[in-house]
């Protein structure tokens, strides 16, 4: 069975600082990682997709690496601000019906 | 474009009340169709997944149900609610291939 932790479960930093989300899996099996970001109250944002054959994706500030073999991805945002102020779910697709297994997120808080 | 559709946004009812959650999908077709929950302090938790038109897989045993009378329409129900379905429901869907989980914004549904 797929097992997912992100580790801290919280997180505070400055405005400015770059920072470095973790997430690691049991399961290396896998077809796909996606890393997402909830807004309180709000549903789920898709951030980035790195496919089992990829070793990173970059969209804009962030920066998604994905080390299948040891079972783990980080998440980079450079230079944060405040409104990067928000959880950050890390989820993997494994098995034939392309289930995808979260982790309980990181809620990050970026201080101005 | 694709989207997705889930409503209502939030939901109070009394317990033993029926349940009906909607979601919908535009812009693709044999979408794979999921049911999430995400309870207070928990994490994300698979509740149903759909491949087709009324294939419907249930991941854990509970008070609810999900059909899917047409190709992008998935609902969750329930005949008689319990407190402890409150929670914050999420839709989403993917397609075969790996590219990905889009999610609604979910129900946030609470049973006094």
């Known amino acids: 069975k797929q097992e997912v932790t992100q580790i801290p479960a919280a997180l505070s930093v400055p405005e400015g600082e770059n920072l470095v989300l973790n997430c690691s899996f049991t399961?290396?099996?896998?077809?796909?990682l996606q890393w997402f970001r909830q807004d309180p109250g709000k549903g789920l944002t898709s951030l980035l997709l790195?496919?089992?054959?990829?070793r990173e994706q970059t969209s804009g500030r962030l920066n998604a690496s994905l080390d299948k073999s040891s079972g783990r991805s980080t998440l980079y945002i450079a230079a944060s601000q405040p409104g990067d102020s928000a959880t950050y779910l890390c989820?993997?697709?494994?098995?034939?019906?392309?289930?995808?297994?979260f982790g309980k997120g990181i809620t990050l808080s970026v201080r101005p | 474009s694709q989207t997705i559709h889930q409503w209502p946004a939030t939901l109070v009812q009394p317990v033993g009340s029926p349940l009906s959650l909607e979601c919908t999908v535009e812009?693709?077709?044999?979408?794979?169709l999921y049911w999430y929950r995400q309870a207070a302090g928990r994490g994300l938790q698979l509740l149903f997944y759909?491949?087709?038109?009324?294939?419907i897989s249930s991941e854990v045993p509970q008070n609810l149900s999900a059909s899917r009378p047409q190709d992008r329409q998935f609902i969750l129900s329930s005949k008689k609610l319990l407190l402890s379905d409150s929670g914050f429901y999420l839709c989403?869907?993917?397609?075969?291939?790996?590219?990905?989980?889009?999610f609604g914004s979910g129900t946030r549904l609470t049973v006094v």
């Open positions: 989403a869907w993917s397609i075969h291939g790996g590219y990905g989980y889009t």
């Open positions: 989820a993997v697709v494994t098995g034939a019906n392309s289930k995808l297994t």
């Open positions: 790195i496919q089992s054959s990829q």
């Open positions: 759909s491949v087709g038109i009324g294939q």
């Open positions: 812009g693709t077709s044999n979408p794979n």
């Open positions: 399961d290396s099996a896998i077809y796909n």
